[in-house]
């Protein structure tokens, strides 16, 4: 029987995860190992670097809840959830479930006496080696300590590690021991392991013209809401907007798998969206009011384009346990907007 495959999940994969976010692929990593089909190794310093980052985040983001708090709590349940909490208990919370995550069986943790050494670390800063690089940047040193350690681990275990990191610099470490790979093309694979998709593949290819109208239908909605230009341009007086164009170019042979059950496999894509939209509005700048008559003289009309292009997540599911009279199909399960709003920005 072939031993499972060893991985080390870094600190970015946990940061670009958002943690212990509910379904996320913390989760799907934890329970391959829960089936056996994966080991997990964590540094303890791995560890204390996540534990450092959520205390910060919680932080950050709860300072930039309640500058707007005022706002929300025009929302009984918000305000309510507010005022039962703080940022303490928040961090508290979310370190429960690291906590949890650490003692988990199903995670092999290499404590501190695995980071001993000490001279291949200060090798590598000297000579500018991954993961330290030209900039010499000193607060590389827990993934270096973190990268012996598991240097150390693979030639006690005489077994190779997987790294699953988003991180460039840990990338670009050369190491007989270690390879390096992308976390959602790594979860993909192992959850389609033994999985036949060749039918997914085609559904994919014979609605990918149907999908790119509906994401094109959606995005011309979202993007049909003259706040978004009120807050975003900066203009004193939307007065009309036209969404003038949008195409979608959906790759349906580039997905990763998030999720396969007996009944429905949930994938994630990153279809391109380019758009055009023609923001009308009202010049003040060299305009005078007139009180007494209550009216601005002097204005001028203008219109703003608004264009640009992004990849948006876009997730489907893939029911294909049909029967006679159901056959398989395809529905967007989510479409993340949320990129859209920063090109707009």
Known sequence: MLTPEIVFIDTSVFIAENYFASGNRIHTLMRLAEEGKINLVLSEITV??????????????????????????????????????????????????????????????LDYSYCSDTAQVFTAYFNRQKPFGEGMKKDEFPDAFALAALEKYAGEIKHSIIVLSQDPDMAGYESDALSWQDCGEYVSRKLAEGH????????????????????????????????????????????????????????????????????????????????????DYVDYDYAQYD???????????????????????????????????????????????????DVIE
């Open 196 to 279: 036949a998709l060749s039918a997914l593949d085609e559904k994919l290819s014979e609605e990918k013209t149907s999908l790119e109208e509906d994401i094109k239908n959606q995005v011309i909605d979202y993007l049909d809401d003259f706040r978004l230009y009120l807050t975003c341009l900066r203009l004193m007086d939307v007065s009309d907007h036209s969404v003038r164009e949008v195409e979608v170019d959906l790759n349906a042979s580039n997905y990763e798998v998030l999720r396969i059950d007996d009944e429905c496999i949930e994938l994630e894509l990153h279809p391109e969206v380019a758009f055009t939209v023609d923001v």
């Open 48 to 109: 204390q670097e996540v534990r450092k980052h959520i205390i910060s985040s919680t932080r950050d983001a709860w300072k930039q809840f309640d500058k707007v708090c005022k706002v929300f709590r025009n929302r009984e349940e918000i305000d309510k959830w507010r005022k039962s909490t703080n940022d303490r208990k928040e961090i508290d919370y979310y370190l429960s479930k690291l906590d949890a995550f650490v003692k988990s069986p199903n995670i092999k943790i």
């Open 291 to 341: 009180r007494e008559d209550g009216v601005w003289y002097g204005t001028e009309n203008g219109v703003y384009e608004v264009n640009g292009s992004t990849e948006i997540r876009l997730v489907l599911r893939y029911h294909y346990q049909g029967n006679d009279e159901t056959e398989p199909e395809l529905e967007i399960a989510d479409l993340d907007m949320a990129a859209l709003m």
